[in-house]
């Protein structure tokens, strides 16, 4: 990002950021995870971080919150470099549904009865399955490991009453990993599969590390730091065409059309969102929209994406 967008940025973040705050009244806090719905509607931070080294914040960032379904993005990197393509896209398809993130229809509607892709639960519930590790632990450990490193303090904790919550109530979840079951899809005990699902769900981060995980996959899988490989270039490039496509779920193609910028969204409020190349953007604003997405993080990136041209597109 040149020196004078930088400045213009920094200068006008904070009364861009108060504008979309008000946004925040037309969403609703996700209540079908109990834990979630204690979060503050009116809330929302943005934190973004340059390639050249440059961050700069605003609003309320420094509060955790749990990752929920933006943790899919790495659990599917980290499956890809367990087991490879072959083994992983045998399991789940490349193809966006147009159905929200927990819809179950076209698991029974389409042959081969596998998830349409790695971001929808039943997709990322299969993912958990294919999480290298001798034992449950191992493979969570792994995980925090994992995105810890890429956020730059590991391992990432567990929010133990979040993944409580998700799990006494998580019925809808737990049918759809005994239908993939059923399917033959999923290998291994369901509870066991779901508790590697609902603990990477229940990762807890900030603004800040949002912004430096979307910046390592903004340099191709590069730590910003140290410059070393974190993740092989091909399965960065696989990450960003998801978050592209399914992302923001059943709004990923009006996302595509307003921002223009691969991101993923949770339940949460969280929206992980980058440039390639230049930065990293990590977002909470726990009022969601229809289909789940931070309704007043995706007007803030609609404003910055069209006030700085950031679209890809
Ligand atoms: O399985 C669930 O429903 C949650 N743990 C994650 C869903 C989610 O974040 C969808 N995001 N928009």
Known sequence: MNESNWSSLSAGLPQWLEHA???TSLGKVASYIPELSKADPSSLGLHIRTVDGRSLSAGTCGDRFTMQSISKVFTLILALMDNGEDVVFSKVGMEPTGDSFNSMLKLELV????PFNPLINAGAIVISSLIGGSSNEEKVTRIQSFIGKLAGREPLQID??????ECQTGHLNRSMAYFLTDNGVLKGKVEDVLEVYFKHCSLLVDCADLARMALVLSLDGLD???GERLIPRRFVQIAKTFMV???MYNGSGEFAIDVGLPAKSGVSGGIMALLPGQAGIGIIGPSLNRHGNSVAGVHLLKHLSKEFDWSLF
Request: charged residues 25%; proline residues 11%.
């Open 245 to 247: 496509t399914c992302g």
């Open 160 to 165: 133990e009453q979040t993944y409580r919550s």
């Open 111 to 114: 042959q081969p009865g596998i």
């Open 224 to 226: 910003p730091d140290t």
């Open 21 to 23: 705050r008000s946004e």
